[in-house]
Each structure stands twice: as structure tokens, then as C-alpha cells.
């Protein structure tokens, strides 16, 4: 930890004066890590899981090294399309949490609030905005993102277009269901393949798309049915590989890579053992740098964290065939659009089908979707026979951390669950 600590301590200093070589050194460092992930991965998660690490770092290496043929997406936008044109996804949040884990997460987040950005505008948002100001951050060759479920965006997508000087793009996903809604994104969606072309030179033919969104859907149903699998089996957990699971079953959908990694995942559970302890299912992000949460739920027998909400929010009944409806269908039966009560059923369900024994829902600091439904969500779940744990802090943010509470909070409420019985 402290060559960690040493490390995102050079990166935030060489900003002050060489920003291009604290890029220089965040890339190397990420490159030495890489290596790390594909030559001595760490032996105690299953095969797929270490291949994960090594594609998640791939993902965010590639606009460091390319950043003519990279995209910055916010998580939710659907990026099938950009993979048609060679663009490579450049996302906000998954780039602000590799930063934190780097510890170089403070100054970026301190350059953001000096410019006059909120406190409680989420800590993600704010890193990767300060991080682009200090120049850390190569010029992406344009923006695409949507309004879905984070107000955050509509803030940082156009403060990082205006700042950039690049083409952007954004898609705006009603809060209502139905057919209308749908119709009206996939227009928006046919916008974005002529926005696409124009700014790449390169077209998207819809036999190639439909191609990739049957891949799409091939990919979630393997995801899905792992996780059914799961529910009576023991997989060492730690807490970043449910993130790089939200992370890539979002911006990596429509990829033979991703594709790859779930038939691996179906390939691993058959040789998994017996469940032991405690399944927890995760709503929102997750505190990966807590060490009050690693001690519970890292590598533990006791009790592993058996699924991520963000990895799960769509459902794979759409229809490749008609590719321009099928990812409005995606973006508009979000299960974070609309009422939180669809999350909240949305939870449910998933964490029934893992096997959750009881379920974390982390009100991260600045989102007031998730901090704002979070009693409606602990009286449903607790109806539905899972015990359900509010636990505050934030997923990037370490002084927003509040580890005392955390370990008491969290510690009660496992031991809660083990007095219920095996």
C-alpha cells in the first residue's frame, strides 16, 4: 500500500508543472500493473475473473496510449455503435475509480471544487473533471453520453466538451416506460450512426450492428444464467471484480472480449465448490478502497459479495434484429429509469436468483437517487425476506469514508445474518 500511496502522490505533484508526464507515469504505472494481471493474476479468484482484471485494464489503458480513437462515454450509454467506427469507450466513472485505487484521486477532486464545482456533486464526476483540467487527460476525439440516471451528467458532459473542443452527442431517455419512449431514443439513436460517420469517416452498416447487439444479448444471458448458478456455490470474492463487472457488462457490451468472459464465467461455476457463508448482494457502487468493508467481505468464507446491481440493469429481451429499438429498449427499461421502485424489484430479483442471504444498499455520497430511496428500499426488500443494510460513504472519495461507522455497521449487521443460521 505504500508504494501505492507513493505512487498517486508522484502522479497528483507532476500535475502541478508536467502534467503530460504524470500521464506518462499513470500509464506506466497501469502498464506495470497490467502485466501483473496477465503474467501473475491473483491465484484465489476463479480463471475468468483474473482475465477480467486484465480486460478492465486494457479498457482503461487504451485512451491513455489512443486517445484519437476513444470516445468519453458516461457508464450507461450504450456503445456498440462507437465499437462499429473503432472508437474506444474513455468513461468517466471507471477512470475516476482507477485513479482513487492509485491513491491519486484528492488533488484532482480538490482542482474540481477550486473551480467552483459543488461538494456534493458525485466524487467520480468530479475526480475525472479535475483530472481533465490539470491535463491529465488526453483530448478524447468526441463525447457521447445520455441523461440516464445520473443528473450528474448533464453537468461534466458539457463542461468536458467545452473544455475539450469536441464534437459531442447527447441522448435523452424519458423517465416514462413504453413504446413511445422507446421509439423516441431509437430516433435519437439513428442520429447518433450519422454523428458517428460524420466525425470518424467510417459507416455502420445495420448488418454489422445487428451482429454485434445478438452478441449483446448472448453475453447478458450468459451473465444471467451465472448468476443463477452461483446461488448454491462458493466464489472467492473480493471487491473489485463485481465493479469491473458493472463496468465492462455496460461499456463492453457487443465485444467478443466480454462475450468471452461470461462463457468462461459458466465454464468456472461448474468446478466451483459448495456454497460457504454468507451471500450479500450489492446495490450501487461499492467502497473498494474501505478497509473496514475488506475486512468482512474480501476473500472471506464468511460472507462474499455475490452480485452488483450495476452489473445487471438491463434485461436480454430485446430483439437484434430491429438494433436501433433494441438499445432504446435497453436505455429506456433501465432498471435505474424511472421510479425507484423499479430498482428496488429490480434488486430483488437479482439478488434472489444469487442467493443473496441479505443485501447492502450504499448511499454514495452525491446521489440523490440512491440516498433519496433508500428507506422505501429497506421496508420492500425486508418484505421480500431479505435483510437489507443502509451503509453511507463514498465509492471514490476516501475523506468521505467514515470507516469507524462502516466496520460497526457493516460487522453488526453480518453477525446479524449469521444468527439466523447456516
Partial sequence: MEIIETFGHYVEDLTNTKPKGARWLLKTGWEAQNLKFQFAPDKRLMPADQYLAHLMMDTMLHPLKNPESSAIVSIFTPCEMLQEVGLHPYNVEGFSCYLSASRAERAFLQQAENQGFAETLCSYHKTFLGAAKKGLLPRPKCIVYTNLTCDANLLTFRTLADFYQVPSFAIDVPWQQGEDSVWYVADQ????????????????????LTKRLIRSKHTMENYEKYQQARADRYVPADLVTPLYAGMTNNLLLGTLEE???????????????????????????????????????CFSEKAQIVGCELAETCEPDFDPEKPFEAMAKRMVYHSLNGSALRRI??????????????????????????????????????????????????????????????????????????????
Fill in 189 to 208: 439513436l439513428k442520429e447518433l450512426k450519422k454523428f458517428l460517420e460524420k466525425n470518424t469517416g467510417q459507416k455502420i452498416s445495420e448488418e454489422a
Fill in 259 to 297: 462475450e468471452k468472459y461470461t462463457q468462461q464465467l459458466l465454464e468456472n461455476i461448474k468446478k466451483a465448490p459448495a456454497a460457504r457463508g454468507k451471500h450479500i448482494y450489492w446495490m450501487h457502487t461499492i467502497p473498494f478502497w474501505s478497509d473496514a468493508v475488506r475486512k468482512e467481505l
Fill in 345 to 422: 424489484e429490480a434488486g430483488i430479483r437479482h439478488a434472489k436468483q444469487a442467493g443473496a442471504d441479505g443485501v447492502v444498499w450504499f448511499g454514495h455520497w452525491g446521489c440523490k437517487h440512491t440516498l433519496g430511496s433508500a428507506q422505501l428500499a429497506k421496508k420492500k426488500f425486508e418484505a421480500a425476506g431479505l435483510p437489507l443494510l443502509i451503509l453511507d460513504g463514498d465509492g471514490c472519495d476516501r475523506s468521505h469514508g467514515g470507516e469507524g461507522q462502516t466496520s460497526t455497521r457493516l460487522g453488526a449487521f453480518l453477525e446479524m445474518l449469521y444468527g439466523e443460521g447456516d
